[in-house]
């Protein structure tokens, strides 16, 4: 069966069917969509050319297909899609599943050579475990990005070559004596061609350059590889990573004119890198190991890890880092990675570098431990019928830890202070008890308290009592003014030994064994005393307050002040009681309380003054200070020249009468002296001239 050249506008299902036609061509025919609305059957319909049912064996080349949902359906065995152009469609070629309805298959199909833009969904779809070969050049492909690039080969191939002459790549390969390829513009240029010949089951090159180049190979024999453009007269080092690790395989050196051929051994799929780099670098690279997470104590860890690698190479550098965790298969080494779970787990890992050096594995241990432990109480005594223990009440704790184990566990009675536990302790004395408890594990887990209530009805003893006595010099309000000495003695009923405890300052209990010393400030101590019955006492509170430290104090002014009108100013502190009240002396006179209040305004005379200042805390301490100055005018200002010209007015108008007096009295002389007709040069300066009289 052949449709050839045919030009098929409009079908609305599908333009070109192949159907139970075993061989049959559809070659060079235009198929195309051009209703000015969407116009379909079925949901992806209509399709450009289809083959279906049964209809194997079917070639599909030359054809121009556009404005489809589908441009090519491929529904049957064996068929072979070739040089195909296809444009504006949501497929270009759709491969269907195997029996995806009756008469479906998609077996040994062979797909290359398709030109195709304008795709909304996929150039070329593929079934899960797609048997068959396809060879295509995607957009967008870089000398360190191929995976634009889909190359598959079943049965496997005999070659496979890769020829990049600027920005066109072509990839072609030999499949069962057809040589199927296809060739695309790149986004980056070089002239480098690099071919696979012998028994390549699957291929997949990633990164392609004379710089280095690095693809996944499995294959059934030895392949050969055969280059050119590779940098001349240089030795390329070949390294293999696989489940077994990464190790160099193989160097080869390149020829004068950048030609490079070297033979690879039959390979499990592995991931090889042809790198330059150098024969005589022995040294294998040295990786290190950190972790962050939350610190615990004993080396463990309380959180998640991140654990970190960084790998050195003294040469060629490093090629790849690789780990497993807990003895699974290796990875490659490329960020940070997270370990999560609670246990202890062990994290190998090492590195090669590009001459293929592998350096020896690491281990390393990672104990996470991120659950608290678990505690529960047993008791155990006689009960009375309403529930009550009639006798001393023995108590058992058991803790657990899944992960890293219990480090201690600790209780208490009554809120009194935190004892370790290690073995079963009696609890006595009428009354209900409290009974608090708590477990840490090793890696510093704290289990949040839990709590049980012990009823005792039916003792013969009281609980211990404990005497305090605080020594130290009294100052006021409750507050020593020297170190204290606390004694703490207890005496217990039921004869039995006992201990005490005491807490100062919410801090950890201590057993008491000697009076102890409490230095200055306000402090809570807390005491409780057992004895060896289990007679618990309730703890017992009180506050002490030492303050050994007087209040400082300072004021102002100090100097000539020309105003009689002044503010008289102090500050004190005292960090200990805090200021109780101020009293002031004027000029050696009585002492007045003034409270809090911190300054004095009042008119001054002029002359020395003191102000003595006396500041007394709440414990009684006490400091003063004296504040002296002298009141005295100073020169007077614009307005103090005003004020005076009442009193020196006069004054001047009587210097002022007096001169012109004088001065009348000369002059009157003169003109007498001139009537005469004398005159005395020397007692009438030239300047008064006598024309003036």
Known sequence: MVAMRNTVVNATAGGIISESSVGTIVGWNLVYMDYPGSKSVATDYPRGIETEWFSNGTLVVGNVIHTFHWGIQVGSDMGVIA???????????????????????????????????????????????????????????????????????????????????????????????????????????????????????????????????????????????????????????????????????????????????????????????????????????????????????????????????????????????????????????????????????????????????????????????????????????????????????????????????????????????????????????????????????VASNVETAKSSVVRISGSSFGPPVTVLQVTGSAGTNGWYVSLVNVTLTASS??????????????????????????????????????????FVEPKASTSIDVDLTPPTLGGSPSGVQTSPDLTISWTGSDTASGIARYEVSIDGGPTQSVGTTTSLSRRWSDGDHTVRVTAYDAAGNQDATVISFRVSPGSPGVFGVFQTLPLVLPAIALCLLLFAIAFWRRRLRRHEDEARGYVDPDEYPEEYDASDL
């Open 83 to 441: 040089s195909n152009t296809i444009t504006d469609v949501d497929y270009a070629i759709y491969v269907l599943d195997n029996a995806a309805w009756p008469g479906i298959s998609t077996a040994a199909e062979t797909i290359y050579d398709t030109t195709y833009s304008t795709v909304a969904i996929t150039p070329i779809r593929l079934p899960t475990g797609f048997q068959g070969t396809v060879v295509d050049l995607g957009p967008g492909i870089t000398k360190t990005d191929l995976t634009p690039v889909t190359f598959v080969t079943s049965p496997a191939a005999t070659s496979a070559t890769f020829a990049w002459s600027g920005s066109s790549l072509n990839l072609s390969a030999t499949v069962g004596g057809l040589v199927v390829f296809d060739t695309a513009n790149t986004a980056a240029s070089q002239n480098l061609q690099a071919s696979w010949t012998g028994s390549v089951a699957n291929l997949d090159v990633t990164s392609l350059s004379a710089a280095g180049v690095s693809f996944l190979l499995q294959s059934a024999a030895a392949v050969v590889f055969d280059g050119s453009g590779f940098t001349p007269s240089t030795t390329y080092n070949v390294t293999r990573t696989n489940t077994g690790g990464t190790s160099r395989i193989l160097s080869a050196q390149s020829t004068p004119v950048g030609g490079l051929t070297f033979t690879i051994p039959t390979s499990t799929p592995s991931t090889y890198t042809v790198s330059p780099g150098s024969t005589s670098d022995i040294t294998p690279p040295v990786t290190t190991y950190s972790a962050s997470g939350s610190s615990g104590a004993n080396s463990w860890y309380t959180s998640s890890v991140t654990v970190t690698l960084t790998a050195t190479d003294d040469s060629s550098g490093i090629a790849a880092i690789h780990f497993r965790t807990d003895s699974g298969a290796w990875q490659s080494y490329a960020s940070p990675f997270t370990v999560s779970s609670d246990g202890s787990h062990g994290i190998d890992y090492y590195s090669t570098d590009s001459s293929g050096n592998n350096e020896a594995p690491r281990t390393v241990a990672v104990k996470i431990d991120s659950t608290a432990p678990s505690s529960s109480v047993a008791l155990a005594g006689t009960q009375a019928a309403d529930g009550s223990y009639i006798s001393s009440v023995d108590v058992t704790l058991t803790s657990t830890d899944a992960t890293s184990g219990i480090q201690s566990s600790e209780y208490r009675v009554d809120g009194g202070a935190w004892r370790s536990y290690a073995s079963a302790f009696p609890v006595s004395g009428n009354g209900t008890h409290t009974l608090e408890y708590h477990a840490t594990d």
């Open 493 to 534: 009923p039921s004869g039995t030994a006992i201990f005490t405890m005491y807490s100062v300052d919410g801090a950890g209990w201590t057993q008491y064994a000697q009076k102890f010393i409490l230095p200055e400030g306000r402090h809570a101590l807390d005491y409780q005393s057992w004895d060896t019955a289990g």
